[in-house]
């Protein structure tokens, strides 16, 4: 009779809290113990954590809360490395701390903890950044509205909610926005 192991479909799970300087990470391997570290804000230390991560798994599923503009960096560098990488609501992340620990008191381990079980039940949005996806569409996009010279003004819907706008003037300059 042939045995399966449920370790090797286990993925390994990686929640990061973000944060200008430096970052908490949890990761919880295959076998369930959870290794705690942070990590610099800098290419260096991403190339670090990215060789652990490598010995640890080709493919981790990582979820982090994106906070100001601090998580595109690492979310990118991630992507690129073939990592699953998913965002956390910040709201969901404030809920089930107060329900998990009685409490609103924040702290990055803590908000660790909730990054992680909130990656675990499913909790989490598929990371895509929108500047990296369609930067190669600006240009075709926007050929297309200015061969149209009729309209006056110009809208060319995009991936998801990204909207690049073209206004005509009357001495033919041009104004182009990207809305997203």
């Given at each position: ?48 954590f990215a060789t652990f991560l490598a010995t640890l798994s080709i493919s981790c599923e ?12 690492l979310a990118n560098f991630l992507l690129r490395r073939g990592h699953h990488v998913h ?94």
């Amino acid at each position: 009779m042939k045995r399966f192991s449920v370790a090797s479909k286990t993925p390994v799970w990686v929640a990061i809290d973000v944060a200008k300087v430096q970052h908490e990470v949890l990761i919880e391997r295959r076998d369930g113990r959870r290794i705690r570290m942070t990590v610099a804000n800098t290419l260096s230390a991403f190339e670090k954590f990215a060789t652990f991560l490598a010995t640890l798994s080709i493919s981790c599923e990582v979820a982090l809360e994106p906070t100001g503009d601090y998580h595109r960096p690492l979310a990118n560098f991630l992507l690129r490395r073939g990592h699953h990488v998913h965002f956390v609501s910040s709201i969901a992340c404030h809920r089930t701390r107060e329900a998990r620990f009685n409490s609103w008191d924040k702290n990055d381990p803590k908000d660790a903890q909730v990054i992680l079980h909130l990656l675990k039940g499913g909790v989490t949005q598929r990371f895509s950044d929108p500047l990296g996806r369609r930067q190669p569409r600006l240009p075709r996009a926007f050929r297309n509205l200015s061969a149209d010279s009729r309209s006056q003004s110009a809208s060319l819907p995009l991936v998801d909610d990204a909207l690049f706008t073209a206004v005509f003037s009357g001495s033919g300059a041009v104004h182009c926005e990207l809305t997203i």
